[in-house]
C-alpha cells in the first residue's frame, strides 16, 4: 500500500513535465492563443480520492470474487490497475468517494462476470498465439482491458458466429 502511491506520483509527475513543454513551445509559437492538451487518465490517478478508493476498492475486488455466485476469476495482477477504472468515473461522481466506492463496486462486478463469460476466448488466443499457458491453469482473462468493456464484450459474442 506504500509503493503504489509513490510510483502513481512519480508517473503523474513525468506526465506533466511532458505536458507543460508541450503547452511553452505552443504558446511560444502561436502567442495569444490557449491550448488544451489532453492527457492520459494516468493524471487522474494522482488525485487523492481516486488513490484512497482505489486502494478500497483492491480488497473489495477479491472478496466479491470469492462471493459472487458462477463467477470463476481471482484477480491478481489486474488489481492495481482498477485505479484507471476509478478515474474515468471520478468525473461523473464528482470526486465523491462513497459513490465512487459503490460505482466501482458495481463496476468491478460486471468485470467479473465477463471476465468469466470470456474466459475461452482469452485462453483460446493465448493458444492461437503460441503462448505458454501454465500446467493445470484451466483459463486465462483480463479483468481491465478492452474485451471487458460492454462493447468489447459485445464484439467478442458478435464474432462467435463467425
Known sequence: MLL?????EILVQGLL?????AEAKLKAKFPGRDFYIG??????????SVLATGLLLIPMAVVLSIILPGNRV???V??????FLLAMVTPFCKRNMFRMFITGTLIVTCI??????ISQEYT????NSHI???????????????????????????????
Open 39 to 48: 492527457m492520459d487518465t494516468a493524471l487522474l490517478i494522482g488525485e487523492p
Open 78 to 83: 489486474d488489481l492495481a490497475s482498477l485505479m
Open 4 to 8: 503504489l502511491p509513490k510510483m502513481i
Open 132 to 162: 505458454p499457458v501454465p500446467e493445470g491453469m484451466a483459463e486465462i482473462t483480463n479483468i481491465v482491458g478492452g474485451a471487458t468493456t460492454p462493447v468489447g464484450w459485445l464484439a467478442v459474442k458478435f464474432g462467435e458466429f463467425f
Open 124 to 127: 483460446q488466443a493465448a493458444v
Open 112 to 117: 467479473l462476470y465477463v471476465g468469466t463469460d
Open 17 to 21: 513535465i511532458v505536458r507543460d513543454a
Open 74 to 76: 481471482l484477480p491478481f
